[in-house]
T-cell receptor, first 113, second 115 residues
Framework: AQKITQTQPGMFVQEKEAVTLDCTYDTSDPSYGLFWYKQPSSGEMIFLIYQGSYDQQNATEGRYSLNFQKARKSANLVISASQLGDSAMYFCAMSTKGGKLIFGQGTELSVKP | EAGVAQSPRYKIIEKRQSVAFWCNPISGHATLYWYQQILGQGPKLLIQFQNNGVVDDSQLPKDRFSAERLKGVDSTLKIQPAKLEDSAVYLC?????????????FGPGTRLTVT
């Protein structure tokens, strides 16, 4: 069965420092996609970054990078130079062949001034 | 470009009542998804449409939930009768096409409270 696991319910980081949010996945499909979404307290889901299973290089989008380790089935999100506005819930998700997303439980990130 | 629209944003009903949610996807997006997000959990897919056909409704509680997407654009999700455990945020998302590499754009969600 396909599954996403986020083992950190909550994380704290000092403003301007980097933080890593963990995500492991389980699937027997050779082709899959991994996403990270941010969900502020207002509730909308904001797309951050995407990594395809066949992509050779780790994805980067501005201050976000995805540390993809295929053999370990992990897809950790790294946020560099944290800002107060980064405080939110972060969800790791895996896309299936049909396109639906399977989400993890989420990690609540709090950025301290 | 307008985003995914949902209404209402909030709804409070009593158990056994019925409720309906509306979603208007991004123009041109063929695929529409309804997710249920219970407090403290990640979203879970309820139903996926491709144009006006159902692709996946394996996790939709069909004895009480129904959904339709007429003309392949707007969609409504209905619950009848509602139970206490239906209290959740209902998120609508759309994507250009289905598939692993295509980003899903989410609406603001409808927060349902069943008392």
């Amino acid at each position: 069965a396909q599954k996403i696991t986020q083992t950190q319910p909550g994380m704290f980081v000092q403003e301007k420092e980097a933080v890593t949010l963990d995500c492991t996945y389980d699937t027997s499909d050779p082709s899959y996609g991994l996403f990270w979404y941010k969900q502020p307290s207002s509730g909308e889901m904001i797309f951050l970054i995407y990594q395809g299973s066949y992509d050779q290089q780790n994805a980067t989008e501005g201050r976000y990078s995805l540390n993809f380790q295929k053999a370990r089935k992990s897809a950790n999100l790294v946020i560099s130079a944290s800002q107060l506005g980064d405080s939110a819930m972060y969800f790791c998700a895996m896309s299936t062949k049909g396109g639906k997303l399977i989400f993890g439980q989420g990690t609540e990130l709090s950025v301290k001034p | 470009e307008a985003g995914v629209a949902q209404s209402p944003r909030y709804k409070i009903i009593e158990k056994r009542q019925s409720v309906a949610f509306w979603c208007n996807p991004i123009s041109g997006h063929a695929t529409l998804y309804w997710y249920q997000q219970i407090l403290g959990q990640g979203p879970k897919l309820l139903i996926q449409f491709q144009n006006n056909g159902v692709v996946d409704d394996s996790q939709l509680p069909k004895d009480r939930f129904s959904a339709e997407r007429l003309k392949g654009v707007d969609s409504t999700l209905k619950i009848q009768p509602a139970k206490l455990e239906d209290s959740a945020v209902y998120l609508c998302a759309s994507s250009l096409v289905p598939g692993q590499g295509y980003e899903q754009y989410f609406g603001p969600g409808t927060r349902l409270t069943v008392t």
